[in-house]
């Protein structure tokens, strides 16, 4: 309690001096410089034409490490070898820095206004860039020229104390640093309400949400918090004046609340759960379920550890979704709580920090996807992917004058089991924490001594893995299967990562805020003699060093992703580095500085605007989310017995596999296709514990239904399969499983799709096989789209039934009959609404919007198939092409003809190729010639024009 009050005391007598602001000088420069130095990067990396891609990972990383660093040193050195010529590089930087951030607000202000809005940021945003450069770097020769000369130096010295002071310097960066955050936040041209900012409190519909009512009630909402987190600061520091000995009382009272409420408060009812990424997890659980090994033939991208969690959840509950849900859930709420904790150890206004980041929290889950998403539809954007990183610097946060602790060891131990990515967090997190405490300390020797012990966790972690599954399996993990993922899930793989389309800037604060904590330790280091330092010295090590490397870990998703709203994944990390400083600032600004009264207005203006959005969208009545608050308000499921009641509900509908009306639900299509697998699988495969169940594709394209068909159906494949889509993106791994020696017995059943054509290659392959070694026979069951059949080994004695495989005569006659009459009512449908169609690709959603009537038959979920495949639709002019995918070889014989013979239908092709358009009708001889290259590709060209000029006409 002593320390904690000298630090008050020390601060205290700082702030009436003004002092700070020279504290704080050399890191303001050295931000600055930083801006300017990654303006320089995107212009340079522009003229060399370095790809997309690595020029965003060169800027993101050389902005929040190298450039920080040597610019906080460059000023550093700058001000022990010449003061005067620090003080004007100073300004220089920062009024440089300045006119670059009001230029930029300026050009997107202007491109908003523009016609041609897009392409005019692009190269003005460019141009500013350009010219800030290479200005900078012509007045900085000009100033060093000039410095030669005797006197100048002095007069610029007394210019820039009387013009340019430091209170004045600071406020105009941080205002130019607010508006142009504003202003670039997300390029809109031509949008009414410029940008989102100021967007989500208008209406997009007419008569739609936010209504007057909701927008007054979240205003209101939004001020009550704010002027609560004043209050517990007002509170806080008159504890510190006249009741110092209830103040660490009231801070943990206030901690135990913000933990209840944390964890109560933000819990998901509705379990919400996309299907097709919560299988990163779900199928590699099932897989271990039903007697894979860990890392030998059971993987995730995403590591042992979620993959764990899923498992140890399915111990407790039924394979479901929901259950699953629940399990992340949980990873989250910890997550929750170890943000509060280390909120609490980094603040010294711990009763206001602890509140506003329950306002943080609110904003995370609101904010996802612009207000439309749920965080918890996706297992990997928080808690089960950076968990184990945040308990490290928890635990860094914790130690209290010692460099190593249990919990330390305890934390890298488990980010070793947990994932490669938690792995190297945490080791960057410990790493870097004690290598600059030795470094400050001038402890070279130790610092030797300090690295060996941090590795004993990390190590003792690997060994338990490896040795754990020697003695399970019997070999050693597969690290290489493993890491293999990384060829396609990295910040440069074509596979994974989105090239940066500079229209969302809203990532600068996080990016700014990293920069300035990396300077900032990085000063204790080069000056650990300045006193003024010193007293936060160890704060910055033990606390804002992690939280920003834990920043910039988490925000290198949005840097390799960059899809704009999963800047939020490193939200909270960012409000670990933001909330403590702007507290700081707000108690400067409660004892009387006029500069911070000033620069109070930013985060308070940006929390005020943080708690508007989280009130209006979080706790609407159509939210994306079920809280307490809704389930209460809204169902009168206030109890405990009824919200446990509402999750069993929901469970038992999901494994009923009933239609179900959220937003991340299966698809119809999809449901029906699992439930007539599941339905066959119950009927027909008795009591062996393994199927072999083939699906192919879902309604959106992804390899996923035969894995989710399996849970339902509580057995799993016969071929060691986690989850069907991300085993193939690692060939090695494909290769594993399909080398796998699976002996498939007369009489199994083989449940797959009517059309292989639909199948991915994984499937394809192990389908190969399965006709390789014997044949598929005696249908036992048919859907639309699903057939089971009984296998039947080569070389045992048959059956006096017939070996039939699936398309047999008739049904195949049958099929392609309701294809082609399916063909000539979208083809009539679309000739009468085809002037409404727009030109360039035409998609479902395209000819909903149109009326058009589109026959059951030819629609998968939101996508249009045609016989066997996908169905392609292109409009240019009065043109329509219509191009019908994995067509069998037969059913292209027995389209062509009539499909050529429809109202409307000029040419066809079986190639994309101009050359081989054919002109109709097409006879059968032609159709057997056409057929015979097996392309499974058919090509239907309609002119628009007669039947929409007659129908616009009439």
């Not at 209170?167 to 130019?176: C, E």
């Amino acid at each position: 309690m002593k320390s904690v009050m000298h630090e008050h005391r020390h601060e205290a007598v700082r702030q009436r001096s003004g002092a700070w602001l020279d504290d704080v000088a050399p890191l303001l420069s050295s931000a600055a410089l930083t801006l300017l130095g990654i303006l320089f990067e995107i212009a340079l990396a522009k003229q060399l034409g370095i790809e997309p891609r690595l020029r965003t990972m060169l800027v993101f990383i050389s902005g929040i490490s190298v450039l920080p660093i040597c610019t906080v040193t460059l000023q550093h050195w700058l001000d022990r070898r010449s003061p005067e010529a620090g003080r004007l590089l100073e300004a220089t930087n920062v009024w440089c820095a300045v006119a670059a951030l009001v230029s930029l607000a300026l050009v997107a202000t202007t491109a908003w206004a523009s016609k041609d809005g897009s392409e005019f940021w692009r190269k003005g945003a460019l141009h500013v860039a350009e010219v800030s450069a290479i200005g900078y770097i012509l007045l900085i020769a000009w100033l060093r020229s000039a410095c030669r000369k005797e006197g100048f130096l002095d007069q610029a010295v007394t210019v820039i104390k009387r013009r340019s002071s430091r209170s004045t310097q600071t406020i105009a960066l941080a205002f130019a640093l607010a508006a142009a955050v504003i202003a670039l936040f997300r390029i809109e041209p031509g949008y009414r309400y410029f940008n989102p900012v100021f967007g989500f409190v208008f209406r997009t519909v007419p008569g739609g949400f936010p209504e007057r009512s909701n927008l007054v009630l979240a205003t209101l909402t939004a001020m009550l918090f704010v002027l609560v987190g004043a209050g517990l600061l007002i509170f806080e520091r008159w504890l510190v004046r006249n009741r110092p000995a209830h103040l660490r009382s009231f801070q943990r009272a206030a901690l135990a609340f913000a933990l209840v409420a944390g964890t109560v408060l933000t819990f998901d009812f509705s379990l919400a759960a996309d299907p097709f990424h919560y299988m990163t997890v779900v199928g590699p659980a099932l897989h271990l379920l039903h007697g894979g090994t860990l890392m030998v033939d059971t993987f995730s991208q995403y590591g042992p550890g979620p993959v764990l969690v899923a498992y140890l959840a399915f111990q407790l509950g039924p394979p479901s979704f929901a259950v699953a849900n629940i399990a992340i859930q949980l990873c989250n709420l910890i997550f929750y709580t170890l943000f509060i904790v280390a909120l609490w150890q980094s603040s010294r206004s711990r009763m206001s920090a602890v509140w506003f980041g329950l306002v943080f929290i609110l904003f995370w889950l609101s904010d996802w996807n612009y207000g439309q998403g749920n965080v918890n539809a996706a297992p990997s954007v928080l808690g089960a992917r950076y968990l184990p990183i945040l308990l490290m610097a928890v635990a860094l946060g914790a130690r209290q004058g010692v460099r190593h602790s249990a919990f330390v060891f305890l934390a890298g131990f488990l980010s070793s089991l947990w994932s490669i990515e938690a792995f190297v967090g945490a080791v960057a997190l410990y790493v870097g924490s004690l290598a600059l405490l030795n470094l400050r300390d001038r402890s070279y020797g130790r610092l030797a001594k300090d690295l060996t012990i941090a590795s004993l966790p990390m190590i003792s972690g690997l060994s338990a893995l490896s040795i754990g599954t020697l003695l399970v399996a019997g070999s050693w993990p597969a690290f290489d299967i493993y890491f293999s993922f990384l060829s396609s899930y990295n910040p440069l793989a074509q596979f994974w990562s989105i090239p940066f389309d500079a229209r969302f800037w809203g990532w600068i604060p996080m990016l700014g805020a990293v920069a300035i904590a990396v300077a900032g330790c990085w000063l204790l280091v080069i000056d650990n003699k300045r006193i003024s330092l010193q007293a936060a010295s160890d704060t910055w090590l033990r606390h804002a060093l992690p939280a920003a490397i834990l920043t910039a870990i988490t925000g290198a998703y949005f840097a390799g992703r960059s899809v704009d709203f999963t800047v939020l994944i490193a939200l909270l990390p960012f409000a670990l580095l933001f909330l403590p400083a702007a507290l700081w600032l707000a108690d400067l600004a409660l004892s009387g500085d006029r500069v911070a009264i000033k620069l109070t207005v930013v985060p308070v203006v940006a929390l005020f605007w943080v708690s508007v959005f989280s009130c209006l969208y979080l706790f609407r009545a159509d939210s994306p989310y079920s809280l307490l608050l809704q389930e209460c308000r809204d169902y009168d499921r206030c109890t405990p017995a009824a919200l446990t009641r509402k999750l069993s509900d929901r469970v038992a509908n999901e494994l009923a596999l009933r239609s179900q009306t959220g937003l991340w639900s299966l698809d119809d299509f999809d449901r029906i296709v699992v439930a007539d697998a599941k339905n066959f699988i119950d009927r027909f495969s008795g009591s062996s514990t393994k199927v072999t169940v083939l699906l192919g594709e879902s309604a959106d394209g992804q390899e996923m239904l035969s894995d989710i068909a399996m849970m339902y159906a509580g057995k799993w494949h016969t071929w060691p399969r986690s989850f069907t889509f991300s085993d193939e993106l690692v060939p090695a791994l494909a290769t594993r499983i399909l080398a796998s020696r699976v002996a498939l017995k007369t009489g199994d059943l083989i449940v797959m799709r009517r059309n292989d054509a639909g199948l991915g290659p994984l499937e394809k392959a192990i389908l190969d096989r399965i006709r390789a070694s014997g044949s598929l026979c005696h249908p036992l069951g048919r859907t639309r789209e699903l057939v089971a059949y009984q296998f039947q080994q080569a070389g045992d004695p048959q059956s006096s039934d017939p070996c039939i495989e699936q398309d047999m005569a008739d049904d195949f006659a049958n099929r392609s009959t309701e294809a082609l009459q399916d063909i000539a009512s979208l083809i009539s449908g679309l000739r009468t609404v085809g002037h409404a169609l727009p030109d360039g690709p035409v998609n479902f959603s395209a000819l909903g919007r149109t009326g058009a009537e589109i026959p059951q038959g030819l629609v998968r979920g939101r996508r249009l198939v045609s016989f066997s495949g996908i169905m392609v639709l292109a409009k240019s002019g009065p043109r329509l092409t219509i191009d019908l995918h994995d067509l069998p070889r037969a059913a292209c014989r027995q389209l062509l003809p009539p499909i050529s013979s429809l109202a409307g239908v000029e040419r066809m092709a079986v190639t994309g190729a101009l050359a081989d358009e054919q002109s109709v009708p097409i006879s059968e001889a032609q159709s057997e010639r056409l057929c015979a290259h097996d392309t499974g590709f058919v090509r239907i060209i309609v002119d628009l024009g007669s039947r929409s000029r007659s129908t616009q006409g009439g």
